[in-house]
């Protein structure tokens, strides 16, 4: 029996969003990336009626795709309760249009940081979380993170493109 369409709607799960984080050294990932692609091309090159040879290309794209993907460790962003991500925005208002540029990046870099540690699952603490954002990942990395926890609650307030990055 199928559950009706109003348990199906209200039990439904917040989104989720996956960033793909890197955490094998570049050449191991660069070299698993590239036989990745190399197993793609071959298992695309095997023709149609050659069953043998095409299992064997796709066992190989198989391992080459379990190699690149040990490269990288998914972090999960979950949505917040649309009134929890309202409550946030109001808890980390936008700097006052007369404000200094520093300052306005400095609030809008505090409000991505705090949506990004209310929407991130995983065992790390918040000050984990906050060390490896600062420490471990490039400033793209970072910025691509915080983007994806905003869109996995479906509202932009990005970084003024005209603040220089500092």
Partial sequence: MTDSLRDRLLNRERPVARYPCRVAPVEETEAA????AVARKAAMAVRSDDEKAAAE??????????ARDACYEPIR??????DAFEALQ???????????????QAA??????AVFLATVEGDLT???W?????KNLSTGERNDLYNLSIAVNG????????????
């Fill in 57 to 66: 290309a796709n066992k190989a794209l198989a391992a080459a795709a379990t």
């Fill in 155 to 166: 509202r932009v307030r990005a970084l003024n493109p005209s603040v220089p990055k500092g």
């Fill in 77 to 82: 962003l979950r949505a917040l309760e649309p």
């Fill in 108 to 113: 809008d870099e505090a409000y991505l940081h």
């Fill in 90 to 104: 109001d808890a980390y208002p936008p700097a006052a249009d007369d404000a200094e540029a520093k300052a306005k």
């Fill in 126 to 128: 918040e000050q984990e």
């Fill in 130 to 134: 906050t060390t490896f954002v600062h």
């Fill in 33 to 36: 990336e590239t036989a990745f």
